[in-house]
């Protein structure tokens, strides 16, 4: 399994404090040594850092994790593989181009062989994981559903939510997918989050001896919205996702949310 | 205008050296300071650096240069802004998927409006330049020419030369574009290349005091080509492409060539 971590902000903002938690766990404090990656959304446009080496080794990670990089949206993982072998392709984030955005999508959990029926016709798998074949199929779906950028992210979300559900039907799919402004949060077994806004107060870190003011970081007009696999602090109040349950945030807030339906049977 | 910068090679390889003079052109030797991009292949995974800071400055080059980072391709820009503000999206090398392969593309020029009446139909620009328009036509219409990918390079190569030729026909089009193994670069003004191999010799930089003995860092099987916009070396033989000319490598060596057309009048 691999984890995930995800951040939608209402200003630029830097990841470097959870990231820190998070690589800890590409090696040290957690098994997931088979590589990293991590995309930055400055308006449309996005950065990524993609290394197959544990994240808790990379000489790239530690860069991140020192080099303030700014951003609304992040998406990050941290990989212990299943399927695939280990190798740059096979690395999440995974991107795409759609409507003139730039999507990029990472999943934790393991899809069945049945996946591979589904057809995809658009975006095809560049390496050899399910995760980035559920990607193609999916953002293929959206491509075909919705020819052009839909003005309404309610119908949107439902749409991206029931793809999920089908996916989920496969097996463990917990997501995070954006294309630069909003966040698409989907959860079958774990995915919590935090809104810090304020009166900021203090974070300490799980993993790694660190804790931080966010009070001295912030202005009282911040919301910051942080997403993980499994929480990255442990003296504040993470909510989980249900499973089947679809969260999609914007500027660090719930924008839209879609409860779970039950799966139909694949 | 921007420079360009590309390498192919027969065994992985870093590109510290030549980077090191090119990011010298990004605000220090050069007036490129409106952002920088790589892009290394290795097998059908690729890794991206993009800032839109200037390369002499930027923490994330120096990494870059530092941090040997082995590939078989890479294609790098810095720029100097004429169509398209300084941001992230308008970095380049661009990048889409077609046949399951992760195409990247960087250019250097100007194109006039009548690029904009070539129609887009599969892929489309995230940012504002010419260059990225430029590349989802020309991508467009190699999907639409090639649904699978062609087993004869040749083919492939003679395509996507006249598809150059037509965009030379708008202004000034250098370009290097790649889609994980052939390494395609065309020339309207100014693109040299140099192949080093067996016996390995002594290179020095034009733009920065340094000088490698590649007889150090080599074994005498490899083959490795630099392509750049100006040579980045003042003691070894450049080659200049002529305007029109299409040079495609792989593994270091010249695969495909197309001599100059005459540019059909647009």
Chains 1, 2 share one sequence.
């Not at 630029?12 to 040290?28: E, K, N, V």
């Not at 590589?35 to 850092?49: D, H, K, L, Q, S």
């Not at 991140?64 to 998406?75: A, L, Q």
Request: proline letters at 5%.
């Amino acid at each position: 399994m691999c984890e995930l971590l995800g951040m939608s902000a209402n200003v630029p903002t830097d990841i470097c404090f959870s990231f820190s938690g998070l690589m800890q766990r590409g090696g040290a404090t957690g098994p997931h040594r088979d590589g990293w990656g991590i995309a930055f959304y400055e308006g449309r446009g996005v950065r990524f850092f993609h290394d197959p080496a544990p994240s808790v080794e990379s000489a790239i990670a530690r860069l991140v994790r020192s080099h303030p990089i700014k951003s609304h949206i992040v998406i990050s993982h941290i990989r212990q593989a299943n399927v695939g072998q280990i190798c740059l392709e096979n690395t999440h984030p995974f991107s795409r181009e759609l409507w003139g955005r730039s999507w990029s999508y990472a999943h934790n959990g393991q899809l069945d062989a049945q996946l591979y029926e589904l057809p995809l016709e658009f975006y095809r798998p560049i390496g050899t994981t399910d995760s980035e074949y559920a990607f193609c199929w999916l953002l293929g779906q959206i491509r075909q559903r919705f020819p052009q950028e839909p003005d309404d992210i309610g119908e949107l979300s439902d749409f991206i939510g029931g793809l999920c559900d089908r996916l989920r039907g496969f097996g463990v799919f917990n997501m995070l997918l954006t294309e630069s402004r909003y966040l698409f949060c989907y959860c079958t077994t774990k995915l919590s989050w935090l809104t810090r806004r304020a009166p900021f107060g203090e974070a300490r870190l799980k993993d790694y001896e660190l804790t931080v003011d966010f009070c001295d970081e912030t202005t009282p007009l911040d919301v910051v919205t942080v997403i993980a696999t499994d929480p990255l602090t442990d003296n504040e109040a993470w909510q989980a996702l249900q499973t089947g349950e679809l969260c999609v945030f914007r500027d660090g807030l719930v924008v839209a949310r879609r409860e779970a339906v039950p799966v139909a049977s694949a």
